[in-house]
Each structure stands twice: as structure tokens, then as C-alpha cells.
């Protein structure tokens, strides 16, 4: 099935540091997906693009959308205690992209030094 | 923003027991609803998708006879963990989708002891 690459694993950084991560697949997405998940709760869905090359703003969260639809990042601008959590790509799985399955990429793990 | 629920919060059972999560979409209809399971340190595997009224399509390796999905109401989707071992604790997630995108729901932590 299709796979999404997402790098990197982990980050360590001090607070008010810029953090960037990205997402990669092998196939062409319609649509890409970021979404936070804080320790214990389920994801909560951050940006959401749609269109090749849109680069859309949440606050100090930057998504892009790739404009070959096979990559997208996101970038948190001056980072807080808050940013602390996993962060996930995420797209529509299949030929059908209207299809509602969800695929995942394996998370990124934000850790902020105060 | 819509929002899912997800009952119990957490569960810890003996192995051998059946233990069932409930999922409920709080003021939006939900057609279509899917359930995740994931592992720590791991990122979220769909396990099934459940259609109100039909039976739930399950991903491959996904015992059906193990993972009872029932989807009774637009607002309700029960996921049932039958004969539970220590190999099925996890944390299991549920999103229900509206028109437009999927809200998750916060999960349950299943212990099987």
C-alpha cells in the first residue's frame, strides 16, 4: 500500500528555536494532513492542504504542499512549551482519494529543552 | 469544531475477557467511521472502517472474529475485544467523518493483564 516517509523520527531543541519536518511518499497524494498528538489523547488536525503548491499558515504553524504531490512540510516558527508532542503527516490511501481511509506517516517526536 | 468521544478512557482487563470501547460522534452525524490501534512509540494503523448499517471492512491482518465492530446509529461505533491477551493492549483510537475531514476521538488505553 502507500507509504508515507516522514523525517525526522525526533527533535530536541530549546524553546523559541524554528522547527521544520517533512513528509515524502512514492505516490501522489490530493490531499496532506498534519495533525498533533499530545501523550494519552488521540491526533488533532493542525493544517490541511489540497491543492498542489499551497502553503497555508494555523498561527506559527507553515504547511506546503509539494508541487510534485508527493511531498509537503511543515515548519513551527518560535517554538513553545506547548509544540511538546508527536506530529503526523497524513493522507487519503488509494487510487480513490475521495475513499476516506486515512495512511500515516510514522510521527515526528518534538521535544522542547525550556 | 465536531467533537468524538471515546469510552472508557482506559481499561485494564483479565486475558481471556471481552472488553468493549465505545466511540460516539457528539453533535454531527457520522456515516463512516474507523478504528485505530497503536502501539507506543508508533504511529496509528487503521484497523477497520465501520458504515452505519453494514458490516465493517477490516484491514488485512485484522482478525474479524477478535475485533467486533458494530455500527448501530449515525452517532455510535462499538469496537469489541473478544478472549483479550496481553499482546492486544494498546492504545485504540476511533474517528468518526463529517462532509468534510475525520475528528479522533482521545482514545482508549487497554491493559490485558
Known amino acids: 500500500g502507500q507509504q508515507l516517509n516522514q523525517s525526522p523520527q525526533s527533535m530536541f531543541i530549546q524553546e523559541g528555536e524554528d522547527v521544520s519536518m517533512n513528509c515524502t511518499s512514492s505516490s501522489i497524494f490530493n490531499t496532506w494532513l498534519w495533525y498533533k498528538q499530545d501523550p494519552g489523547e488521540g491526533p488533532v488536525l493542525l493544517i490541511a492542504?489540497?491543492?498542489?503548491?499551497e502553503l497555508t499558515s494555523n498561527g506559527r504553524l507553515t504547511a506546503q504542499f509539494g508541487i510534485t504531490r508527493k511531498d509537503s512540510f511543515l515548519n513551527i516558527s518560535a517554538s513553545i512549551p506547548s509544540d511538546v508532542g508527536i506530529y503526523f503527516c497524513a493522507g487519503p490511501e488509494g487510487k480513490n482519494q475521495g475513499a476516506q481511509k486515512l495512511v500515516f506517516g510514522q510521527g515526528t517526536r518534538l521535544t522542547i529543552n525550556p | 469544531g465536531a467533537v468524538v468521544s471515546q469510552h472508557p478512557s482506559w481499561v485494564i482487563c483479565k486475558s481471556g475477557t471481552s472488553v468493549k470501547i465505545e466511540c460516539r460522534s457528539l453533535d454531527f452525524q457520522a456515516t463512516t467511521m474507523f478504528w485505530y490501534r497503536q502501539f507506543p512509540k508508533q504511529s496509528l494503523m487503521l484497523m477497520a472502517t465501520s458504515n452505519e448499517g453494514s458490516k465493517a471492512t477490516y484491514e488485512q491482518g485484522v482478525e474479524k472474529d477478535k475485533f467486533l465492530i458494530n455500527h448501530a446509529s449515525l452517532t455510535l461505533s462499538t469496537l469489541t475485544v473478544t478472549s483479550a491477551h496481553p499482546e492486544d493492549s494498546s492504545f485504540y483510537i476511533c474517528s468518526a467523518r463529517d462532509t468534510y475531514e475525520q475528528y479522533f476521538g482521545p482514545g482508549t488505553r487497554l491493559t490485558v493483564t
Open positions: 492542504l489540497y491543492k498542489a503548491g
